[in-house]
Structures are given as C-alpha cells and as structure tokens.
C-alpha cells in the first residue's frame, strides 16, 4: 500500500506571496492532519479534516487554510507569506481520526520563505 | 492545553550502550501515547504506541516503553543501541475521549540520538 504522498517537496515562495500544498493520504484513510515543523517551535498542530469537513484546528492565523476534497485528498493553503512561515509541512493520515488511530507521515514539504 | 516534554535535546551514546529517552505529559485524563522516529532524510515512523492494557509495550527494532500514569510518563526504552539508531525521537500525545482534539497528536520537541559505532 502507498504511503502519504506530499507535493511539493520544496518550495521557494518570498515574503507576501501564497502558496499551496498538497497532500494524498493512504487508500481508504479519511482523515488528513497537518503539521508544521520548525526548530524553534518544534511539531504543531494546524488542522484536521475528516469527510471534507475541518474538525479540528490548532492555533494558526487565519493566513493558514485547509480544505479536503471528496477522494480524501487534502491541501493547505497559506496567504500572504512571512519569513517565519519557513518550515517543514507535515501531512498525516489515519483511518477515521479518532484518539485509538494511528498516524502516517507524509515526507513534508519543505517550505522557504525569502 | 496538554504539553510533552521530552528531557533530552541530544543524547550521545555508544554502540551496545542501553538507551532510555524520558517523556512526560501534562493532561490528567484518558491519554493515548505514541512514539515516532525521524531517521535522517525520512519521515517521521511509528515506533510503538500504548491505549490501554500492559503498560509496557514493545516496538519495533527492540524498542520499548513504560506508561506510568502516576508519574505522567511513557519513557522509550533499548537494551542495546546500534548505529542505525542515530535518529530523532519523537514522544506524542493524544487526549483520548475528547472530540475537540481529533485527529490531534501534541509533540515533545524531539530528542536527537547519535550512536557512535
């Protein structure tokens, strides 16, 4: 079975520009969360989708959207783009998402800011 | 809100030395525990994870961990480490039974273990 793919990989957007990121979870996982990682900050929580639905959101601007299409197949989107949104993206998948599931990685995107 | 703290940011260890990375969490309820690993240029892996039932629960590649509700922790455990397990270890943390935190994993900030050969 394939694993979570994330594309892209890298990314070099500069300051004030948007971008996209896109996220195919495991065949038959309904649920898509995504992380940011950051030295500084470590591994955060950004949001959660189950069934095209946002059921959980950490605590990012509003600059830091999501949404989840009909086949489970997840993006992020984050708008107006500050150096400090340079970070590796996270994507993971589980079943249903609920607290006994598992959570598969992604590789990430890793994203530059200049 | 729940918090992970992992006591060490770098561990340097020798090869057939034992390994033990401590991991602590602050949220008093149902808890669900997990462990990953980052080896370098790959994405994060599950190593083992605890629901409920035997405290100590076994991973893979000889890894173990001991859930001590009383003392809020789930330390990861190795009797002997190789040098495939230079790696970045990740404790995690979800909050069982609360809906508000689905499909949420809160993270320890990591500990990097280096295994000379």
């Known amino acids: 079975k394939a694993g979570v793919t994330q594309t892209p990989r890298y990314l070099i957007k500069t300051r004030g520009q948007q971008v996209t990121l896109s996220c195919s979870p495991i065949s038959g996982h309904r649920s898509v969360s995504w992380y940011q990682q950051t030295p500084g900050q470590g591994l955060q929580f950004l949001f959660e989708y189950f069934s095209e639905t946002q059921r959980n959101k950490g605590n990012f601007p509003g600059r830091f959207s999501g949404r989840q299409f009909s086949n489970s197949r997840s993006e992020m989107n984050v708008s107006t783009l500050e150096l400090g949104d340079s970070a590796l993206y996270l994507c993971?998948?589980?079943?249903?998402?609920?607290?006994?599931?598992?959570?598969?990685f992604g590789p990430g995107t890793r994203l530059t800011v200049l | 809100a729940q918090s992970v703290s992992q006591h060490n940011h770098h561990v340097i260890l020798s090869e057939a030395a034992s390994l033990e990375l401590g991991c602590n969490y602050s949220y008093g309820g149902t808890v669900n525990l997990f462990w990953y690993v980052q080896y370098p240029g790959q994405h994060l892996q599950l190593l083992l994870k605890y629901f409920s039932g035997d405290p100590l629960v076994k991973g893979i590649k000889g890894f173990e961990a001991e859930f001590i509700k009383s003392k809020f922790s789930f330390n990861l455990r190795k009797p002997s480490v190789q040098w495939s397990d230079t790696a970045e270890y990740f404790c995690a943390v979800n909050e069982g039974l609360r809906g508000s935190t689905l499909g949420r994993l809160y993270f320890g900030r990591g500990t990097q273990l280096t295994v000379w050969p």
């Open positions: 993971a998948s589980s079943l249903r998402g609920d607290y006994t599931d598992t959570q598969y």
